[in-house]
Each structure stands twice: as C-alpha cells, then as structure tokens.
T-cell receptor, first 112, second 114 residues
Framework: QQQVKQSPQSLIVQKGGISIINCAYE??????FPWYQQFPGKGPALLIA?????SEKKEGRFTISFNKSAKQFSLHIMDSQPGDSATYFC???????????FGQGTTLQVKP | DGGITQSPKYLFRKEGQNVTLSCEQN?????MYWYRQDPGQGLRLIYY???????QKGDIAEGYSVSREKKESFPLTVTSAQKNPTAFYLC?????????????FGSGTQLSVL
C-alpha cells in the first residue's frame, strides 16, 4: 500500500522556469513532510520540510505548499537552474517515529 | 569530517550467498536506518534502530537481518532468502528528537546478483 503518492515521475523544465512536484498522502496522523534531493550515485539530502501548522514554507528558491484538508503538499522550485537537475523525493511521517514513508521520486531535468 | 560511510560502493552476490553491507557513522546519532531504493519505487524502509542493542523491522524486512552492537555501526546482511536483492541500499542516521527529524544519508551500496 503506497501511502505517499508523488507525481510526475519525470519533469523537464527550461532554465529560469518553475518546477512543480506534487505529493498526496493518506494517513491523517502524518505530521512531518520533508523533501529530499538526490544526485546520481549519492544519498538523498534534506532540502526543506514542513509541519501541518503552516500552509507554506520558503527557503531561497524552494517553497513547500501544504493543503491539510486535501492531504496534499507540493514543492515549487523558482528560477530553476541546471544544477537543480536531480531526483526529488517527498516523504511523510508521524512525529518522532523515525519511519519516513517516501514517494516514488521525480527526476527533474533543467535544460540550459 | 563527520558523516556516514557505507562500504563497499558496489557488491555482487552469488546465488545462495549471504552478503553484509557496512554502515558507520561518526555523527554521534542514536538512530540508524536502512532503506532500499528501486527505480520508480522510491525508498523503502528495511530496518531501523533507535538505540544500541535494539532494532525494529521496517516495511520490507523479509530476507534481511541487522545488528546494532555499537552506536556507530549498523551492518545489514542480505540473506539468501531475499530472492530479489538487486537494488541500491542506503544507510541513514538521525538524532532522536521530535523537533529535528533530519535524516543524514550515506552514499549507498549498489548490490547486484551474479
């Protein structure tokens, strides 16, 4: 049973454009929603995370939008750069369980 | 230089063979995790440990075993019972703190079957 569904599977964006990746979750007990970025041959690294008490969090060019009623959250990458080309994973967990449930991943390619 | 070290980077398993993947961390983190990554399926939790000498099964523990004899080390054994072991294996660690749940990942081990 896939508790976190991520889309699209792949995304191609022109340099300077906006990249948008969406995730939907099922378990209403989830209260922590991070995004991880992974470059080929490397482990993922935390990019940005949000808790359900806010609807948006911004760090530089990266923004998470969170819709608790719809059980959806999304990552927006503004002014996308070729260096942003990577695989992005959303995830969800219940606080302090240490058990992150990951989405299927989105491979982003930013064309120069 | 703090971090998580996984070895080897590439590993090949023969039929019926058990293999062990190494994971060492010098971040002084209490919690450690093993994830399996398959193309198009994201990361799936195999085992995790929040304290020395204790560990719990994740979502796909069948065919795998772990030990946590030291805080710094969390080796994963892929047994012959795991019929489809080819995957990218990722080890991670974190502090046990509800206000900070960031996972730190190693660079992974690619396991293939000969």
């Amino acid at each position: 049973q896939q508790q976190v569904k991520q889309s699209p599977q792949s995304l191609i964006v022109q340099k300077g454009g906006i990249s948008i990746i969406n995730c939907a979750y099922e378990n209403t007990a989830f209260d922590y929603f991070p995004w991880y970025q992974q470059f080929p041959g490397k482990g993922p690294a935390l990019l940005i995370a949000i808790r359900p008490d806010v609807s948006e969090k911004k760090e530089g060019r990266f923004t998470i939008s969170f819709n608790k009623s719809a059980k959806q959250f999304s990552l927006h990458i503004m002014d996308s750069q070729p260096g942003d080309s990577a695989t992005y994973f959303c995830a969800a967990s219940r606080r302090n369980t240490g058990k992150l449930i990951f989405g299927q991943g989105t491979t982003l390619q930013v064309k120069p | 230089d703090g971090g998580i070290t996984q070895s080897p980077k590439y590993l090949f398993r023969k039929e019926g063979q058990n293999v062990t993947l190494s994971c060492e961390q010098n971040l002084n983190h209490d919690a450690m995790y093993w994830y399996r990554q398959d193309p198009g399926q994201g990361l799936r939790l195999i085992y995790y440990s929040q304290i020395v000498n204790d560990f719990q099964k994740g979502d796909i523990a069948e065919g795998y075993s772990v030990s946590r004899e030291k805080k710094e080390s969390f080796p994963l054994t892929v047994t012959s019972a795991q019929k489809n072991p080819t995957a990218f294996y990722l080890c991670a660690s974190s502090i046990v703190n509800p206000a900070n749940e960031k996972l730190f990942f190693g660079s992974g081990t690619q396991l293939s079957v000969l």
